[in-house]
């Protein structure tokens, strides 16, 4: 039997802020308002229809992620991450694609987007604390942050037309 080489556990954490960076792009949802709201935009939601909107994602992944921490031990945490990565993406393009209505961006983007995140939220933070038992708080620290910088990522890679010029188009 061949030895094994020793795996470099920081690749976890690499791993995990990779997920959370992904994951914390629901934070730039900012950036999609002014689109969103332009009168003359193919939407012309109202600021609160937006923010309802964003409120759903919310508490849709606050909810699941409770959900899924129960989860995570009975299906692994593989399963939990592909699975929430598969539900964001498919709110997200089926945003894109058929979301012209309030409703259908509440259900695409609020309820499956929000219900992907709170999947994929608890493993990289559980993998990561059951990986590095000496060092809890630096890796919850390094998960969360990657969360917060998804949303800069996505806001500095966003363009979105200024209101107004989408209807010149």
Known sequence: MEA?????????????????????????????????????????FSASETAWIFSAGLATFAIVMVMAGRWLPKIGPRSLAVSGGLLLGTGYVLGGLFGSSFWAQLIFIGLIGGAGIGLGYVVPIAVGVKWFPDRKGLITGLAVAGFGFGAIIMALSTRPEPPGRLAKA
């Open 4 to 44: 094994q080489p020793p795996f470099n556990r920081w690749l976890v954490v690499f791993g995990a802020i990779l997920i959370q960076l992904a994951l914390g792009a629901i934070y730039a949802w900012s950036v999609f308002t002014a689109l969103l709201t332009d009168p003359a935009g193919p939407y012309a």
